[in-house]
């Protein structure tokens, strides 16, 4: 809804065709704020597993629809349409890189399995293990003492 509304007031008034390309840009710097402030600053998550979603081509085929027809509403359904159809493959060349083999130890691996292995995300089964053992290896600096004092509530 933000690209519709700043796209509007900047093609009604000044026949910018930039609306949500500027919406996402803003987007972007504040998602950018929020993973190294309080995935990084607060829990100590790797900022390279937080994986972010690329809107930049949907934005522009967005704009680039709006400037060649000069109307709004098949702006909103083609252009709409696009941004839907557009954001998966938007997302190839983040991923693209997670997919190179690596040696690690002696054995073949793609950087996201690597990355996986070296930190242990809740819900698989090797995070189940560590739970199960007692270890509390997966948490960061200021979240492992919280953790210690409820784990002492542990009904048998």
């Known amino acids: ?7 509007a007031v900047l093609w009604w008034r000044y026949r910018l065709p930039f609306g949500a390309v500027v919406c996402v840009l803003g987007l972007l710097l504040g998602e950018w704020v929020n993973r190294y402030l309080n995935f990084w600053g607060w829990t100590y998550f790797p900022v390279n ?5 690329n809107l930049m081509p949907g934005a522009i085929v967005l704009d680039v629809v709006l400037m060649l027809t000069n109307s709004m509403t098949v702006t909103a359904v083609l252009g709409g349409m696009a941004w839907g ?19 690690y130890n002696g054995m073949m691996m793609t950087l996201a399995d690597l990355q996986g ?15 199960e053992k007692g270890t509390l290896r997966t948490f960061g600096k200021d979240v492992a003492p919280v953790s210690a004092f409820f784990s002492a509530f542990k009904g048998e």
Do not use: D, K
């Not at 809804?1 to 796209?7: D, G, I, R, W």
């Not at 159809?85 to 040696?103: Q, S």
């Open 49 to 53: 597993s937080c994986f972010p979603s």
């Open 1 to 7: 809804t933000f690209p519709a509304a700043v796209q």
């Open 85 to 103: 159809l557009l954001f998966y493959p938007g997302n190839w060349p983040v991923i693209a890189p997670l997919h190179v083999p690596v040696e």
């Open 117 to 131: 292995y070296h930190y242990v995300r809740t819900g698989t089964p090797e995070y189940i293990r560590m739970v």
